[in-house]
């Protein structure tokens, strides 16, 4: 049988990716969804980058060596993460250079989680279970993405992730099954970060609304994913004895979380650069990219 | 971007196919397996990388049919209607 052609008649097209249908790097793009790709992927990208930030401190802090190596695989893995998706940007046309210049010049954004500060070993716990479980949740939603590539690439991303989330569980169980000091480390850290959870997904526009699902970028929309982090991670936080922070928190007769409304000012605010670490973190990013300038020519050469 | 991109595909056990897995840029083969083994063999996750390349790969997305070649295919043969006259016929000689 003659195989599908992608549609090169923009309406046509748009029904070819809204139908289920993937395309190639090797295809004719319309330029609008060319642009989306973009934004969307080298954010993801620059996420990847910036999320090793708040861990990549604890490294040397970690309590014992079994953390120590962990945490240290986990930060390689994110920046390999990275690595792979600024590929899928430079193949759509906008060098990795570029990128990791938009990136420190505050022109492009990246995840809101990875603008706060790291404070406890609690916090490296947090992150790693429910930031991840977070992170994976819209992740899995891109392995169905209408740009093949990047889908293809989310299958390893995925695998990689599973382990992170199961390195951060067997954090927290570690600390809230010892002293009360520690478990009071973790519940503070929960306390600190539920806010920045409940943002992450996005505000809960209808899923016909967003650019990102109109191209099929994304297979589920905002509302959607965070149902389903309440739906999984809820249960098992309430299991170890944890309080979520939200006295609205609860799961209605139909199955429907309800929840105080997120701070959607304070996402805006954050991710477009004014979050508390912001400013540190790019500056860190900023002065490292200068200082592996060397490594590059070197490969160069 | 000036160094070239190589494509990498990966069997994940010994007798399955090769899957394309992603790409990765390189100065030269030896930095591309590298970067490769780095990003697709680092937990053990593959048998074997192929590492090729993109220039090399020669792309075919066109399947022209020109001469209807039907008759290679299932779909080039409708039984239905004929196994229908085919059946009624024995029955009416049967009778």
């Known amino acids: ?301 | 971007m000036s160094e070239p991109v190589w494509e990498v595909f990966r069997q994940e056990r010994r007798g399955r196919p090769f899957e394309h897995a992603g790409s990765v840029v390189a100065p030269d083969a030896d930095f591309a397996e590298a970067w490769a083994r780095e990003q697709y063999g680092r937990r053990g996750e593959s048998a074997a990388l192929w590492i090729v390349p993109r220039d090399a790969i020669r792309d075919v997305e066109s399947w022209a049919d020109e001469f209807d070649l039907k008759y290679r295919r299932v779909d080039g043969y409708s039984i239905k209607a004929r196994l229908k006259e085919a059946r009624e016929r024995a029955a009416a000689r049967a009778r």
Not at chain 1, 213 to 228: D, M, T, Y
Not at chain 1, 252 to 278: A, F, I, K, N, Q
């Open chain 1, 1 to 301: 049988m003659a195989a599908v052609e992608v549609p090169q008649d923009a309406q046509a097209f748009l029904d070819y990716v809204q139908g289920g249908g993937q395309v190639e790097a090797t295809d004719r793009l319309p330029d609008e969804y060319r642009v989306k790709l973009v934004k969307f992927i080298e954010m993801h990208a620059n996420s990847e980058l910036m999320g090793v930030l708040p861990e990549r401190e604890w490294i040397l802090r970690a309590p014992t060596l079994q953390r120590k190596l962990a945490l240290t695989a986990k930060v390689q893995d994110e920046v390999g993460h990275a690595q792979l998706i600024y590929r899928i940007v430079e193949d759509l046309g906008k060098p990795r250079g570029q990128c990791l210049a938009d990136l420190v010049s505050g022109k492009s954004k990246f995840h809101n989680v990875f603008h706060y500060p790291t404070r406890t070993w609690g916090d490296v716990g947090v992150i790693a279970w429910l930031v991840d479980a977070a992170a994976i949740i819209s992740q899995k939603a891109l392995l169905k993405c209408s740009y093949a590539p990047y889908a293809r690439i989310m299958k390893k991303i995925c695998w990689e992730e599973s382990f992170h989330i199961l390195h951060g569980r067997d954090v927290i169980l570690a600390m809230v099954t010892g002293t009360p000091a520690q478990f009071e480390l973790v519940q503070e850290a929960l306390n600190r970060w539920w806010a920045p959870l409940m943002q992450f997904h996005g505000n809960p526009i209808p899923r016909d609304e967003d650019p990102m699902w109109h191209w099929r970028i994304k297979s589920q929309g905002n509302e959607e994913a965070r149902q389903q982090f309440l739906e999984g991670y809820v249960p098992q936080i309430w299991e170890l004895g944890l309080t979520v922070p939200d006295p609205k928190l609860r799961r209605g007769d139909d199955g429907v979380w309800e929840y105080t409304e997120p701070d959607w000012d304070e996402l805006r605010s954050v991710v477009t650069g004014h979050g508390p670490m912001t400013d540190e973190r790019l500056a860190f990013r900023s002065r490292f990219i200068e200082q592996e300038q060397w490594v590059r020519d070197v490969l160069a050469a």
